[in-house]
């Protein structure tokens, strides 16, 4: 028999314990006990600690039965591992009749840029649902890229890909997802889907779209059941790159598109963790000689090559499980007094490496209109933003201060290392396209190189 949320906080010993269990604020246990429903990605926890089982969890039980067909006009359907399911129009890439692979659902509310968003490394293991409704619109190109394939696992419209209207396209949006091996789904309210993620947490979802029409939505939800979600999971070994290479393209400019570094003032050291080539454009531009490394490097590798500083990039996954063999390659670093500079991912592998502890936000930041505050100047930048892990800024040690904050929630933004040449963001100061406000601290980084 299924038992009620109220059932569950006072078998686990009240709102605290719960809270402490699943690593949440008793403000979202709250919020659990008024919709009366734990999100999916709490399920496991809350089994172990019961001895429940997964259908008396409250909305854990599927529906008694699923239609053998779809309805008029939707090939595609995206189910959610609390049972909801949302028929579509599929587009990009086919996928199993059991679906793609199971994924944390999200949604990134920018305007622009969803070719950069789908090819941004740190989307391994996620699928997104996009606020904005007209997507594809634009069209795709072979300039836009942020890696050569995309790492999210699929994406969620609201209206259906038009055809590209855009001087520099050279293909649909549909056609390159499948060939990425990208699968979608149109025709879906997003609205209502960035309403759950907002209130009940990011769920663990799947897209259907067979190519002979045929679901197997059993083994869907069994996948969906066993997923464990993006906690301790270390995605950023699927995304380095598998050798060092040396980068030297510049951001783009109309008219000539990229350019190229042939003066270089500095040598950086960028470890990959799932690195977007427009921050090592951004560095390039910012007169840097630029070897990427893989994100398993050592410091001694790091240090073999004598660089003038050492970049930290963004990537996917728990920063505390990626941290396991990054963190003493960052010590090392630290203890040789080279300048280093981390974005993201970065951000909170510098964090764990000098003692402070991460932890899951209940819906993460994804977008391109996050307004951050720097403290020391009150200045507010309005920042591109992806990940759904953060910085616990009550935990950072004596001698890092916390420099920048949400002005969404409050949480961590930035911190830096009090006499020393180490500093880090959350955001993403190299946004492409945009916005631009935090540009200048690639400056800032060099005039630590140079100082």
Not at 245 to 253: F, L
Not at 275 to 281: E, P, S, T, V
Not at 287 to 314: M, Q
Request: hydrophobic fraction near 40%; aromatic fraction near 6%.
């Amino acid at each position: 028999m299924t038992v009620t949320v109220s059932d569950i906080i006072e078998r686990l010993g009240g709102p605290e314990q719960v809270a402490r269990l699943t690593q949440v604020s008793t403000e979202a246990v709250r919020k659990w006990r008024a919709s009366g429903a734990v999100p999916s990605r709490h399920w496991p926890a809350i089994l172990a600690a019961t001895g429940l089982g997964l259908a008396d969890l409250p909305g854990a039980a599927p529906p008694a039965a699923e239609p053998d067909q779809p309805p008029p006009g939707a090939d595609a359907a995206l189910l959610l591992a609390d049972g909801a399911l949302f028929w579509g129009r599929g587009f990009g890439a086919p996928t199993p009749p059991e679906g793609g692979a199971p994924a944390e659902l999200c949604f990134n509310t920018a305007m622009t840029g969803y070719q950069e968003v789908l090819t941004d490394p740190s989307y391994a293991g996620q699928i997104i649902t996009f606020t904005f409704p007209h997507i594809g619109n634009v069209g795709t190109n072979d300039e836009d890229l942020e890696a050569t394939n995309p790492a999210a696992r699929g994406l969620v419209l609201k209206e259906d890909i038009t055809a590209p209207s855009n001087w520099r396209a050279r293909g649909g949006l549909a056609a390159w997802a499948r060939r990425c091996g990208l699968p979608g789904i149109a025709g879906l309210d997003t609205r209502a889907l960035t309403l759950r993620i907002r209130d009940g947490g990011p769920p663990a979802a799947a897209i259907l779209h067979p190519a002979g029409g045929r679901f197997d939505f059993p083994a869907a939800r069994a996948r969906l059941a066993v997923w464990p979600g993006l906690e301790g999971m270390d995605l950023a070994r699927e995304v380095t790159c598998r050798q060092s290479y040396a980068w030297d393209e510049t951001a783009w400019a109309w008219p000539a598109g990229y350019g190229r570094q042939n003066a270089p003032r500095h040598h950086v050291v960028a470890v990959d963790y799932g690195a977007k080539r427009n921050i090592l454009r951004s560095l390039a531009g910012a007169g840097c000689r630029v070897s990427v490394v893989p994100a398993t490097v050592t410091a001694e590798e790091i240090l073999s090559r004598r660089p003038d500083g050492v970049f930290l990039s963004n990537g996917p996954g728990d920063p505390a499980a990626t941290g396991t063999y990054a963190l003493p390659a960052i010590r090392g670093v630290l203890a040789a007094g080279v300048p280093l500079f981390g974005i993201c991912l970065g951000h909170q592998l510098l964090a764990l490496a000098l003692g402070a502890r991460t932890f899951k936000l209940a819906r993460g930041h994804r977008g391109a209109n996050q307004p951050v505050k720097e403290l020391a100047t009150g200045r507010v930048e309005i920042t591109s933003q992806n990940h759904g892990f953060a910085v616990d800024p009550a935990s950072l040690p004596e001698g890092v201060s916390e420099t920048h904050v949400s002005l969404f929630d409050g949480t961590n933004e930035g911190i830096a290392v009090r006499d020393r040449q180490v500093f880090s963001v959350q955001y993403h100061p190299e946004a492409s396209p945009g916005p631009t406000d935090a540009h200048h601290l690639f400056a800032r980084f060099v005039a630590m190189m140079e100082g």
